[in-house]
Antibody
Framework: QLQLQESGPGLVKPSETLSLTCTVSGGSIRSGSHYWGWIRQPPGKGLEWLASSFHSGSTYYSPYLQSRVAISVDTSKNQFSLRLTSVTAADTAVYYC????????????????WGRGTLVTVSS | VLTQSPGTLSLSPGERATLSCRASQSVSSSHLAWYQQKAGQAPRLLIFGASSRATGIPDRFSGSGSGTDFTLTITRLEPEDFAVYYCQQYGSSSSFGQGTRLEIK
């Protein structure tokens, strides 16, 4: 059974870089049928898609965060990662990693398997 | 942009729920999904391709619509169905609606 687990610091200072890793178990990140993505949810608010990546390195970013966000995949460790630079209090959220269906090349799909999420607080 | 309505829906168990998701531009190839989220949990996929149920989802959940207007219908509400529901559009990019809270009346 596929499982995803987020890991990383729970507290980040303003203006610094938020870095999270998602470890995939029970399946291969080299799947040709899936992308791997990050979604966040500020406390009490809705979901926001951040970024997605194919195992080969093709990446897709939210136009609202494109200048600050980067996603990468490490196939040797079956992990993928998120970096968000110049964080502010507005970046405080639960960050989820998820598997995303790859409908066809360059076409993102739905998220069918999610991690449990990790709360990241931006505060000095 | 996806706009969900109503913001909150108050119904009783056994009733029928109709949730709306409207897109500001046509959603190509019915690339729309629905999720259920309970407090403290990750979202769970219910519907993809506007009307296809995900694995293990009861048939009281159904999705319909095309273009800019989509609907999630839950017939005969069960106590465990009271939660927040999100729609998601996907394709060359992705985004979520702001959510509809389904609460017990």
């Amino acid at each position: 059974q596929l499982q995803l687990q987020e890991s990383g610091p729970g507290l980040v200072k303003p203006s610094e870089t938020l870095s999270l890793t998602c470890t995939v178990s029970g399946g291969s990140i080299r799947s040709g049928s899936h992308y791997w993505g990050w979604i966040r949810q500020p406390p009490g608010k809705g979901l926001e898609w951040l970024a997605s990546s194919f195992h080969s390195g093709s990446t897709y970013y939210s136009p609202y965060l494109q200048s600050r966000v980067a996603i990468s995949v490490d196939t040797s460790k079956n992990q993928f990662s998120l970096r968000l630079t110049s964080v502010t209090a507005a970046d405080t959220a639960v960050y989820y990693c998820a598997r995303q269906e790859r409908i066809v090349a360059t076409v993102l799909g739905w998220f069918d398997t999610w991690g449990r999420g990790t709360l990241v607080t931006v505060s000095s | 942009v996806l706009t969900q309505s109503p913001g909150t829906l108050s119904l009783s168990p056994g009733e029928r729920a109709t949730l709306s998701c409207r897109a500001s531009q046509s959603v190509s190839s019915s690339h729309l999904a629905w999720y259920q989220q309970k407090a403290g949990q990750a979202p769970r996929l219910l519907i993809f391709g506007a009307s296809s149920r995900a694995t293990g989802i009861p048939d009281r959940f159904s999705g319909s619509g095309s273009g800019t207007d989509f609907t999630l219908t839950i017939t005969r509400l069960e106590p465990e169905d009271f939660a927040v529901y999100y729609c998601q559009q996907y394709g060359s990019s992705s985004s979520f609606g702001q959510g509809t809270r389904l609460e017990i009346k």
